[in-house]
C-alpha cells in the first residue's frame, strides 16, 4: 500500500515562505493576459460604475437629506475599487498558499506536480474533446507504475452555447496493449452516460452477479473473452467497493478513472481515497493485465498450442484494429433532439395536424 506523509498540506506557511515560492519549474498560478485580462478589467469597471451610481445616489439622497454636503462620487468609486483590489490580493494569497501547500506535499512523498500544462498524449476519451484542453493541476508519480493524478478542463461551443467541461482523472500505466473496454458508472448518469462520448449499444457485455447494477460494460465485438479474462470476480468486487462513482477506461498501455467534477488535490481526505483506488483497484487491474495477449495477432501455431511458452505468446505487444477502439453510438440526448424534431416537422407540415 501506498505510504503518503499528508501534514505538508495543512504545514505552517509564512509570508517569506510565500515571497520564496516563485519560479517553480512547471507551477504556476493562472493568470488571466492578453485579451483575457482587457475583458476583465473591463467587466470590473463596468460593475464598479454600476455599483458607484447606486451607492453614489443612495449616499447623495441620504446626505442632502440631513442636510450635509454630499459625499463626493469620486470617493465612493476609489473606495469600492479599493475593497475590490484587496478582494484580489487576497483570493491570490490564498491561492499562492495551497498551492505551495500541495508543491510540499509533492516534493516531500516524491510526486511531480505540474500546473496549468497542456495535456499529455492519453489515448483516454474525454482527452481529445473539445478546446482549450488544459490540465490545471496533475500529481504523479513515476516510482513503480506511473500515476498520474489531475483535473482536466476544456470547452465546448462558441458564443452563448460555449461551454466549460471540468473532469478529475486518474491515469495508471499498464504493462500490456489492451483493447479499448469502458465501464460506464451509473451512478453518475441522467439519461444515458455522462461521458462526452457515446458508444453503440451492441457492445455491451453483462456481468456476473450485480455488476450490472453499478456499470455498463462495454468492450468490441468477439472480445468478450478477453474482456472477461480481465474483468474477474475480486477486480469486478473492487471496482464495486472503490470505484462506482468513477468511469473505467482501458484502452492501449493506459488505465483511466473518470470523475464528473475536478478533485481537489490539497484535501488530505481526498487524495488519501484516490491513493486507495490506486493500490486497489489499479493494482489487482495491473495483476489481471500483465500477461494479456491478444490471440488475434498471435502466430497460429504458437496460438494453438496450449501450452505455448510465455514469452512466444506475449512476443506482439498488439491489439488487432478489430479491437483497438470501441465504435461509436448516439447518445440518448441526440436520439431525444432527433425525436423532437420529427415530431415537429410532422406537427408543422402535414394539414391533419395544423391548427386553425
Known sequence: MTTLDYSPLSSRVTGQDLREFRDVPGVSESHLTGAAAIVALMAVLVVGAVVVGVIGQ?????FTSSGAEALPIPLVFLLIVGVLIAGMVIHRRVTRLRLLRLYRFATTNGLTLRTNTEVPGYPGSIFAI???????????????PTVDIGDLRYTTGSGKNRTTHQWGFVAIRLDRMMPQMILDAKSNNFLGTNLPVSF????VLSLEG?????FTLYCPREYERDALYVFTPDLMARLVDEAALFDVEIVDDWMFLYSASPFDLADATALARIFRIVDTVGAKTLDRTERYADSKVVSGAVAAASGAPLGARMSANVVAPGGRRLRRGLSVGTVVVFIGVAIYAIVSFLPFFRLS
Not at 473539445?130 to 513503480?144: C, I, P
Not at 450485480?210 to 453499478?214: N, S, T, V
Request: net charge neutral; proline share 0%; no cysteine.
Open 58 to 62: 443612495s449616499l447623495f439622497a441620504a
Open 200 to 203: 453503440s449499444r451492441n457492445q
Open 130 to 144: 473539445g478546446s482549450g484542453r488544459t490540465v490545471t493541476e496533475m500529481l504523479s508519480r513515476a516510482d513503480g
Open 210 to 214: 450485480d455488476f450490472d447494477r453499478y
